[in-house]
């Protein structure tokens, strides 16, 4: 019996409806900013946050050299605190997961810079490494009250299966102690960089739960649809991983809240591929009365 128009229109719109909330499920109401780099006094409570999201502030940085400014040295995994501690304390971080329940708090390892050189991520041996940085790690993780762990580091002297192992063993332990609930890489495209994220991410992809990617590390004055297509590569490279939209507060590279970057996060949300929004930094955004976070929150609140 041949159907009706009429079934064969329902049955049309069931599915249509069901494609549509397959698309919407992937989307996400994450936000994430990174804190206390640059030092210029910002605090948790200075940032507007929307109720409808959920919100991660990444302290940055914990780095695993010494602490002197004028000559600072690896320590094989023995993390120190090089984020503004005078306004960024352990009991900042219980009063704003006090007062926003949808606040959580990571920290991020490495980052470029430490001292007058670079943050070379350089382990004597990986189980030196692994057992020093579970040990340094888990301290400054309970002292503050955190939830979760970043991968920052940009700059390399060693090959990228020791890397893998290192940091893959490290996000495995303290996520086996319950030390922390979740954690996330920040890659950018540089091939060193990419060769040892993705040698990373195809043994250990499986326990990272967000792929920060530095999209404004691409040239200032990307569009729309360069901005679409390198998501999309980024997709493909992290397989499977929730890869987050990316802008950079002064709007130096990549592409600006000013030029398109909320117009490509609305074609991704039609998608079903907008997993959340991340900032580089709330430094920067505190000149500005942070009025690109009050845009990419509303925006993931919808």
Known sequence: MALSKLTIITIFIFQALIFSAQSASNNSN??????GAEFKNVKFSDLPIHSGVEFHFILSFAIDYTTSSSSASPTNGEFNIFWDTDNLTPSQVSAIKTKHPNVKVALSLGGDSVGNGYAYFNPSSINSWLSNAVSSLTTIIQDYNLDGIDIDYEHFKTDPNTFAECIGKLILTLKKNGAISFASIAPYDDDQVQSH?????RKYGHVIDYVNFQFYAYDKGTSVSQFMDYFAKQSSNYN???VLPSFISDESGGLGPNNGFFAACSKLKNEGNLHGIFVWCADDSKGLGFKYE???QSLLAI
């Open 30 to 35: 994450l936000f994430r900013e990174y804190i």
């Open 240 to 242: 499977g991983g929730k």
């Open 294 to 296: 009050k845009q990419s």
């Open 197 to 201: 994220y993705m040698a990373l991410w």
